[in-house]
């Protein structure tokens, strides 16, 4: 139990005691104390499971092809690919020279070995990895302690060896211009908000590193790439509901970028630029998709030499439930990614004839995606598919005769057969009348329609894991886990509610789960428990409920709402302090977040709205009417370096939630040396997931669930 030490805190005349806010300070030995003292508490809990943890574990990395190889990338006289090894925890990146229609036969170069890198440290991870239009130089980025600060180095490919300057501090984008020389790069300021663009030279002092490009404003972050054809560098400038784009030419690194449109409070926009074809009559053009005028997107295009708004033309009209999210340009082709019925589509459109081709999907629900094209005048489309019963495949579709080829789909070892099992669409109600989808994926072998655990005669369903999120317009699109199968073939449900707050169902969607409608974020997700408790699915004492960051958030709210409605709960880096942390201006990332939740220092509606939901600010041990409320098994994680969610704020959560309900059991696992994501090594990865695994079936009584063999 952490000790209480009372802080008052007060806004807009309303006075919050917290009881535990001390335990932000990561400079207070008895913080770091209480956090090792919490690991060694929940590896005491979670003791009498290590023989289940060993076991997962050893059938998840049974079912990895290990040594594995990605479909090589052809980008000019290259194909690049990245490989993993059996017993090496990081990713390797290669390549070969293109030698022929078969070029399998060609030498391998290695560029880079992240396990090389990441010798010595507990934490690794590869930032920004760019290779220079000449393919001679390569530009990378290391982060080795998770707070997402990372060094930038650069390495001649020709020989192997590093140039011998290095960058500190530098944050996601790295995008080179023509000269094969200058780099552009990103910096963060004090709060991590990514606000320079910086050029650099390769083989000069960083010290005579160019700013280019300031963003003053704090509720805005930049970002840099360069366009599809390789024409232009692109800085984005971009908050939460506006864009600004701004595009250098890439022949002339030390030109002026030009302002495409300059920002309007929320008018958002992305571009691309295609070539065109000035023998067939398309000239160039910068291709722009926006909300402006269509609340679902619209694309529309520009002339190089004029492309603001005046001057822009509709190409493909907004259109009422269907979001488009982005365009990939061609010499004679556009692909377009769009998204109906909450569902993501592919389809191309043909230049010469305006012909329009969807890409096929052959479940529902599916996940299909674009791949890496970097080739402009290729004619041959390369994306991805998945379902939850399908591992990820990649294809070629030739966009000239229509022939499609499967390239490669993920290994998946040991008897695995996707037809096995079934995954299908349910809608739930909820409570305003809004249908919300939930996607499942199950074995029908073992669980009947309507979740009855087959030749059990259990009357209260199969055991069920919840999925959610529900932020930032984000989707959470069923996506295929060779790990998920360790739960699957125990006779589990999964499933992903698709509540409002993300962006499955469109722009609306969103709107309808932000700021002052945030609780339908909330409540969708209870109707989607009760929907498939209701339906015989499942059962309250068999549900167990996960979500990470803003879904942790999601967690911690409906453990208040309806914590007889969960078995347990996994909350992962949970966001559960969300309104001290969003009355706090000098911790990293607060403005920027302001057009998400809404601003609380400033809005007193907008402060009771959070304080309404606020996890931490609603734990409770008993209702007003004086019953007691027990509260669902917990596990709460934490990364110590994490500069997006404070770990303090699971740790505040946890010591309240004992506090509130000492009877059950409520576990804090704190990654000591990483940051957001978790552990960083696959290995670690895989582990940590058994770890999750062992607690859901330990709350659920079933650490002798064996897994069950195929008939």
């Not at 079912?63 to 190889?69: N, V």
């Not at 057969?417 to 939930?438: C, H, L, S």
Request: glycine fraction near 10%; charged fraction near 25%; include cysteine.
């Amino acid at each position: 139990m952490a000790e209480r030490r009372p802080v008052t805190l007060e806004a807009h005349g309303d006075v919050r005691t917290d009881d535990w806010f001390w335990l932000r300070d990561k400079e207070d030995p008895a913080v770091i104390a209480h956090l090792e003292a919490e690991n060694t508490y929940t590896d005491s809990a979670m003791a009498s499971t290590a023989g289940l943890r060993e076991a997962l574990f050893a059938e998840m990395v049974a079912r990895i092809q290990e040594t594995d190889l990605s479909v090589p990338v052809r980008k000019g006289p290259w194909l690049y690919f990245s490989r993993s090894v059996e017993g090496s925890s990081y990713g390797i990146h290669c390549r070969r020279p293109v030698s022929g229609p078969d070029s399998g036969d060609a030498p391998e170069v290695i560029l880079l070995d992240e396990n090389a890198l990441a010798e010595g440290h507990d934490y690794f991870s590869l930032g920004n990895f760019a290779v220079s239009p000449d393919h001679r130089w390569l530009v990378y980025s290391t982060d080795t302690t998770g707070g997402e600060r990372y060094t930038m180095r650069f390495r001649d490919l020709s020989t192997g060896a590093e140039s011998h300057e290095s960058i500190d501090d530098t944050s996601y984008g790295a995008a080179w211009a023509n000269d094969n020389a200058t780099v552009f790069y990103v910096r963060v300021d004090e709060a991590m908000r990514p606000f320079q663009l910086w050029r650099h030279v390769i083989g000069t002092d960083p010290g005579t590193d160019v700013l280019v490009i300031e963003e003053p404003d704090d509720h805005f972050y930049l970002g840099v790439g360069r366009t599809k054809d390789d024409r232009y560098v692109l800085c984005g400038l971009d908050s939460k509901v506006t864009s600004e784009v701004r595009v250098l030419d890439a022949d002339d690194p030390t030109g002026d970028f030009t302002v495409i449109e300059p920002r309007r409070q929320g008018v958002e926009y992305s571009i691309d630029h295609d070539r065109g074809d000035l023998a067939a009559g398309r000239p160039a053009r910068f291709l722009v998709v926006t909300n402006d005028g269509a609340e679902d997107f619209r694309l529309m295009e520009a002339p190089e030499d004029s492309p603001g708004r005046d001057h822009w033309t509709e190409v493909i009209p907004g259109r009422a439930g269907v979001r488009l999210d982005a365009v990939d340009p061609f010499a004679q082709h556009l692909a377009v990614y769009e998204r109906e019925g909450g569902e993501t589509r592919m389809r191309v459109i043909e230049h010469a004839t305006g012909r329009s081709t969807p890409v096929d999907q052959p479940e529902s629900p599916s996940t299909v995606w674009g791949e890496a094209n970097p080739e402009y005048d290729s004619t041959v489309l390369r994306y991805g598919y998945t379902s939850l019963a399908t591992p990820r495949s990649v294809y070629d579709l030739d966009l000239v005769d229509g022939r499609l080829e499967l390239l490669k789909r993920q290994p998946v070892l040991g008897d695995f057969d996707p037809a096995r099992y079934r995954t299908e669409r349910q809608w739930a109600t909820a409570g305003d009348g809004t249908e919300v989808p939930i996607s499942l994926v199950y074995r029908p072998d073992l669980v009947a329609s309507g979740g009855a655990s087959v030749g059990t005669g259990s009357s209260g369903g199969a055991p069920c894991l919840l999925y959610g999120y529900g932020s930032y317009e984000m989707s959470m699109d069923p996506t295929f886990s060779s790990l998920r199968l360790s739960l699957l073939d125990r006779g589990f449900i999964f499933a992903i509610a698709h509540i409002r707050g993300g962006g499955e169902m469109g722009r609306h969607w969103y709107e309808d789960g932000k700021f002052g409608a945030k609780a339908n974020t909330f409540t969708d997700f209870v109707a989607c428990a009760r929907h498939l408790v209701d339906g015989g699915w499942t059962s309250p004492e068999r549900l167990v409920a996960r979500g990470g960051s803003a879904g942790g958030l999601l967690m911690g709210a409906v453990a208040n709402l309806a914590p007889d409605l969960f078995r347990a709960i996994v909350a992962e880096v949970p966001f559960v302090d969300c309104l001290t942390t969003i009355l706090d201006e000098t911790l990293p990332l607060t403005v920027l977040e302001w057009e998400e939740w809404g601003n609380p220092v400033e809005d007193p509606e907008i402060y009771e709205v959070m304080k309404s939901y606020s996890p931490y600010d609603n734990v409770a041990a008993t209702r007003p009417d004086g019953s007691r409320v027990r509260y669902p098994d917990i596990l709460a994680t934490a990364g110590l370096s994490d500069p997006r969610v404070g770990f303090w704020e699971p740790a505040k959560w946890v010591a309240k939630l004992r506090t509130a309900n000492p009877e059950n059991k409520v576990l804090l696992k704190t990654e000591m040396g990483a940051g957001h994501g978790g552990p960083s090594g696959r290995y670690d990865a895989w582990k940590d997931e058994a770890f999750v695994y062992a607690f859901i079936l330990d709350a659920l009584g079933l650490t002798d669930a064996e897994l069950i063999a195929y008939p």
